[in-house]
């Protein structure tokens, strides 16, 4: 069964604005990563936050996490046409050792 | 270096027939994981390597699924009497230390297998 689950599930913003895709998530993690998959093929990982971490920047990315509320965002600045894509986060629960559980995914589409 | 490979990157097959789907992961990787990816969904977990060894294989949905890593190295996913319902693409990964989500895993561009 799916841990994550992202909301929206389809998100459509113009070039330049910013794009915020949440996660939650059922269970207590380890850690929690945001993957981006083009096309349907392979995912390409983006961050990995730890459950002790609340926040963390790579480029124009940004992720919070909330163990409490068992959530976390994802904000994209300054969007562009590129950044059009699927995005999903994956957890790995505590008790469930390696493999990662990914949510069902946010459609980020961002128009020129 | 080469990223994860995965052959073939489109199998279309008859139901009831049996398939191989090959993973190259990148070299030196300890880890390997397989995931099944439906239409409009994310990837759902099937089974987990450690060098040779299946470390959790809890994901695979019956026993019609199988796979292998004689070597450590490279992976091979079998499926015997296709359903078409096994129609999905097959994503593998691979990552350095086997620490499941404390460490990036690196993605195929997957399989996609349609049963006919």
């Known amino acids: 069964s799916q841990q994550g689950e992202e909301d929206p599930q389809a998100l459509s913003i113009q070039e330049g604005e910013n794009a915020t895709m949440n996660c939650s998530y059922k269970?207590?993690?380890?850690?929690l990563q945001w993957y981006r998959q083009n096309s349907g093929r392979g995912l390409v990982h983006l961050i990995l936050?730890?459950?002790?971490?609340r926040e963390k920047h790579s480029g124009r990315l940004r992720v919070t996490l909330d163990t409490s509320k068992k959530s976390s965002s994802l904000l994209i600045t300054a969007s562009r046409a590129a950044d059009t894509a699927s995005y999903f986060c994956?957890?790995?629960?505590?008790?469930?050792?390696?493999?990662?559980?990914f949510g069902e995914g946010t459609q980020l589409t961002v128009n020129p | 270096g080469a990223g994860v490979s995965q052959t073939p990157s489109n199998k279309v097959t008859e139901k009831g027939k049996y398939v191989e789907l090959r993973c190259d992961p990148i070299s030196g990787h300890t880890a390997l994981y397989w995931y099944r990816q439906s239409l409009g969904q994310g990837p759902e977990f099937l089974i987990y390597?450690?060098?040779?060894?299946?470390?959790?294989d809890s994901g695979l949905p019956n026993d019609r699924f199988f796979a292998v890593r004689p070597e450590g190295s490279v992976s091979t996913l079998k499926i015997q009497r296709t359903e078409r319902g096994d129609s999905a693409v097959y994503l593998c990964?691979?990552?350095?230390?086997?620490?499941?989500?404390?460490?990036?895993?690196?993605f195929g561009p997957g399989t996609r297998l349609l049963v006919l």
């Open positions: 994956a957890t790995d629960a505590e008790t469930s050792g390696s493999r990662l559980t």
């Open positions: 936050i730890r459950s002790n971490e």
């Open positions: 990964a691979s990552s350095p230390l086997g620490q499941g989500g404390a460490e990036t895993q690196y």
């Open positions: 390597f450690q060098g040779t060894g299946a470390a959790d």
């Open positions: 269970t207590s993690i380890n850690n």
